[in-house]
């Protein structure tokens, strides 16, 4: 049954329409935001310094981090601007159905679809720069759909968006170059306008200072991102196809190949640049397989618009597309939040589906076992970030003063000062040759549940650099994801 309130399309405020989802979507992460730990990547940016660009990445999510653990040291604290992307998610998803002429009926249908879904959900809960970054998409995307529908301004703050987002991400620039190749095939003439030169100049202004800085030091995030391929490119390309459908959610798998296919099925409707735009990030993503999940910024768009089909609107009544919705959401739920008790066997099982899980449990327990190893007088050198990170997050006064790591904008830290050290990890353990001794120090003892950086992890204990730390900390140095 089609919505029968397309007249009132103009007279609810989006904010409005999507009140109840951004609320529902905000209170469940709030809930679950203390649950198990910091993840990965969380420790990181609590370690790194402020600073206006890193190797690894543009400095936004970094800077809202210490932000907020400047106001508390609470996980849920430090999530805020993750919850506050998801909320905001669900509003902009609800305006996709609203260009299309839907509505609120189905606007709200689409906010509350689009909240509840696995991939934002994710996002939602842990603070990573994929946060923002899937925000930023939404945003660009619906500016394009706009503009396709007959407002070619909506170009200018496309541009404007897009460039803020290089503070955060680089990845939106393969987006734009999607889009762009996109309407070259089915709406050339938004190009031709001064709206889309005066949005690409507003987005080169803007990104200027990340993109040339990334320029200037030989694209270190190219190293990071072919580091990534090199570790799991190969199951990448397997589960890609896969891990997108989870991730949009498989009870709406028509929905939002409807909004894919029906611009291009129905005369005179907006957004046919989406499909095209879709297939060339799949297939970028298949040559370059760092990640999975960088196409779903474009799915979860097409799902927004799907709500506006004919068919479906024939096919599916009004209590089977809630019901469906309501359906996916406890599925989302389960799969994407800690739920569960942190305790086998439910962490393996759920570990499987969902890896992120495994990147959020076991920290201070690590951090306590190198607290104990470390011998008095010793600086702590760790291969990888997170490892560092929890050290640096649950040690005490003096061990977070003496953790070091040469992975990635950690580097930047060093050196270490003492010439007794505790090195830690793989990586770090085989510059063993540049110290006048070693002993073994044991491994690391993970859980059942475990980061496949985080298994069989080697230590030694070092002592008598054969050089200065100087000329020996370029060494440890190590860029990868």
């Given at each position: 049954m089609a919505d029968r309130r397309q007249g009132q399309v103009t007279s609810v405020s989006p904010l409005r329409v999507a009140a109840a989802p951004m609320v529902a979507v905000t209170l469940v992460l709030l809930a679950v935001g203390p649950r198990y730990g910091p993840h990965w990547d969380e420790l990181y940016f609590g370690m790194l310094p402020l600073q206006w660009w890193y190797v690894d990445q543009p400095p936004m999510t970094v800077w809202l981090s210490w932000i907020a653990a400047r106001i508390s040291d609470g996980i849920w604290v430090q999530r805020l601007p993750a919850v506050a992307a998801a909320a905001a998610g669900a509003v902009v998803a609800g305006m996709y159905p609203r260009v299309l002429g839907a509505g609120p009926g189905t606007q709200k249908l689409a906010?509350?679809?689009?909240?509840?879904?696995?991939?934002?959900l994710l996002m939602g809960h842990?603070?990573?720069?994929?946060?923002?970054?899937?925000?930023?998409?939404?945003?660009?995307?619906?500016?394009?759909?706009?503009?396709t529908a007959g407002h070619p301004r909506s170009l200018v703050w496309a541009g404007a968006v897009a460039g803020v987002a290089c503070w955060n991400k680089l990845l939106i620039v393969v987006l734009l170059a999607a889009i762009f190749a996109s309407l070259l095939l089915t709406d050339r003439w938004l190009l031709r306008t001064r709206n889309a030169v005066a949005g690409a100049c507003l987005f080169g202004v803007l990104a200027a200072p990340q993109l040339?800085?990334?320029?200037?030091?030989?694209?270190?995030?190219?190293?990071v991102s072919a580091g990534l391929v090199a570790e799991q490119g190969t199951l990448v390309r397997l589960v890609l196809l896969p891990t997108i459908a989870l991730f949009a959610g498989p009870?709406?798998?028509?929905?939002?190949?409807?909004?894919?296919?029906?611009p291009w099925r129905l005369p005179g409707r907006a957004g046919r640049f989406l499909l095209p735009a879709l297939l060339l990030l799949i297939v970028w993503t298949l040559a370059f397989p760092s990640q999975p999940h960088y196409p779903m910024g474009a799915v979860l768009p097409a799902l927004a618009m799907g709500w506006t089909s004919?068919?479906?609107?024939?096919?599916?009544?009004?209590?089977?597309?809630?019901?469906v919705v309501a359906a996916n959401a406890a599925v989302a739920c389960l799969l994407s939040l800690p739920v569960l008790p942190a305790s086998e066997p439910w962490l393996s099982t759920l570990s499987r589906v969902n890896p992120m899980i495994r990147e959020q449990v076991g920290w201070p327990d690590y951090a306590q076992q190198i607290g104990e190893i470390r011998q008095d007088g010793e600086d702590v050198i760790i291969d990888t970030y997170a490892l560092a990170g929890a050290v640096h997050r649950y040690g005490s006064a003096s061990e977070r003063a003496a953790v070091y790591?040469?992975?990635?904008g950690l580097w930047d830290l060093g050196p270490p000062q003492s010439k007794q050290v505790l090195l830690v990890g793989e990586h770090a353990v085989a510059q063993q040759d540049s110290f006048a001794s070693c002993e073994p120090a044991g491994e690391l003892q993970t859980r059942p549940v475990v980061h496949p950086q985080l298994v069989d992890v080697p230590m030694l204990h070092c002592s008598g650099p054969l050089v200065d730390w100087q000329a020996l900390w370029p060494q440890f140095r190590r860029l990868s994801g």
């Open positions: 906010a509350w679809a689009h909240a509840f879904t696995v991939y934002p842990v603070f990573t720069t994929a946060a923002i970054d899937l925000l930023a998409w939404q945003v660009v995307i619906l500016l394009v759909l706009r503009a040339v800085a990334q320029l200037a030091h030989g694209l270190p995030m190219g190293q009870p709406l798998l028509r929905v939002w190949v409807a909004g894919l296919v029906d004919p068919r479906l609107n024939e096919d599916w009544s009004p209590t089977k597309r809630r019901a790591s040469g992975h990635n």
